[in-house]
């Protein structure tokens, strides 16, 4: 506060009050100031909360339509898996028993056809041109194949899926 006496000259009164405005604050410049710094934050506010509110919607429309969607394939993966590991399993024992007949094949073979090619080897070898040149068909043992697996136990045939076949030979694989 100035204290200003009435005895002094009107030029430093003028000073004083000159000097007085220029060191007192202007309320409304801090004021604009405020006013836009609150505005330009609650702008940033606004558009905060929209983007939030934009995740929200985005999160519920994957919870409402998209997780029940993966669900169902999960679901579906899984028999999909099962059928598979059914598969493995088949072809497992499907090596099993092809490994099974080719041990009776060569078996068969070593006890048959190592008998029968010394025979014919002997029977050229004698010099008689008609017992050579004539097939030699000794009777071979009947061989029963032994009775290994149905493929329509291991994978049942839906009824829609299956076209009708002329009937065909009965024998059991």
């Not at 009435?6 to 410049?29: C, I, K, N, Q």
């Not at 934050?41 to 983007?51: V, W």
């Not at 099974?100 to 094949?105: D, R, S």
């Not at 000794?138 to 290994?148: D, G, R």
């Amino acid at each position: 506060m100035l204290l200003v006496d009435a005895d002094r000259p009107e030029p430093v009164r003028g000073g004083a009050r000159e000097l007085a405005v220029f060191l007192t604050p202007e309320p409304g410049a801090e004021a604009k100031e405020v006013e836009e710094t609150i505005e330009g934050l609650l702008l940033r506010l606004e558009e905060f909360c929209s983007l939030a509110d934009m995740i929200r919607s985005d999160t519920s429309q994957i919870l409402e339509e998209n997780i029940p969607l993966l669900k169902a394939k999960v679901v579906e993966m899984r028999g999909i898996y099962a059928k598979v590991d059914q598969l493995d399993a088949f072809v497992k024992m499907v090596r099993r028993h092809v490994s099974f007949l080719e041990a009776h094949v060569l078996q068969a073979e070593r006890d048959h056809g190592a008998l029968s090619q010394a025979l014919r080897k002997w029977l050229g070898s004698s010099g008689l041109p008609a017992l050579g040149n004539k097939r030699w068909a000794p009777v071979a043992p009947t061989f029963e194949l032994p009775a290994l697996y149905r493929t329509e136990d291991y994978f049942p045939v839906d009824v829609g899926e299956v076209m009708p076949r002329a009937p065909s030979c009965q024998r059991r694989l």
